[in-house]
């Protein structure tokens, strides 16, 4: 999945890498909503992380959950910003069109897909260093 956004990254010299544990458990999880959900995740950071950036996917294990970080060293999401960020239409950036292939429901769909899995999405920003957003889905218990 992360190969699909090799290219658009090299284009921008940032550095796209994973973390997975090997041997990872199964979740319970809508496979094609789950891939929506890293797809607007990793497209966003990639628009939002400049030249020599870099972009991590990190999977790990907990208890009953796998945890899912996306993290990028983008500019940031100024602290008055996060309570919007997943309302629909929200742009952050205001110069960004939807003509542009930017409508500004990513983040909408996002979260709404994750609550269809009764789960919520968090994210952590600081201006100039990135942003963080993360998300936990139910390992499968062993019949």
Same mark, same amino acid.
């Given at each position: 999945?992360?190969?699909?956004?090799?290219?658009?990254?090299?284009?921008?010299?940032?550095?796209?890498?994973?973390?997975?544990?090997k041997d990872?458990? /199964?979740?319970? %999880?809508?496979?094609?909503? *789950?891939?929506?959900?890293?797809?607007?995740? #990793?497209?966003? %950071?990639?628009?939002? @992380?400049?030249?020599? =950036?870099? &972009?991590?996917? $990190?999977?790990?294990?907990?208890?009953?959950? #796998? @945890?899912?970080? *996306? !993290?990028? @060293? =983008? !500019?940031?999401? +100024?602290?008055?910003?996060?309570d919007h &960020?997943?309302?629909?239409?929200?742009?952050?950036?205001?110069?960004?069109? %939807?003509?542009?292939?930017?409508?500004?429901?990513? /983040?909408a769909i996002?979260?709404?897909?994750?609550?269809?899995?009764?789960?919520?999405?968090?994210?952590?920003?600081? /201006?100039?260093?990135?942003? @963080?957003?993360?998300?936990?889905? +139910?390992?499968?218990?062993? $019949?």
């Amino acid at each position: 999945m992360i190969l699909k956004f090799k290219l658009k990254a090299g284009e921008k010299q940032i550095a796209l890498s994973t973390e997975i544990e090997k041997d990872l458990p /199964l979740v319970h %999880a809508d496979i094609g909503l *789950i891939e929506r959900v890293l797809e607007n995740l #990793i497209e966003n %950071a990639i628009q939002n @992380t400049p030249r020599d =950036g870099a &972009i991590r996917l $990190v999977l790990t294990p907990q208890k009953e959950d #796998i @945890t899912i970080q *996306i !993290s990028d @060293t =983008g !500019s940031g999401i +100024p602290a008055e910003e996060l309570d919007h &960020i997943f309302d629909r239409f929200y742009q952050l950036d205001k110069s960004r069109k %939807a003509d542009q292939g930017h409508s500004g429901l990513g /983040l909408a769909i996002t979260k709404k897909i994750l609550e269809l899995h009764d789960r919520s999405i968090n994210v952590v920003s600081a /201006l100039g260093s990135g942003t @963080t957003f993360s998300f936990q889905l +139910p390992v499968i218990s062993s $019949v």
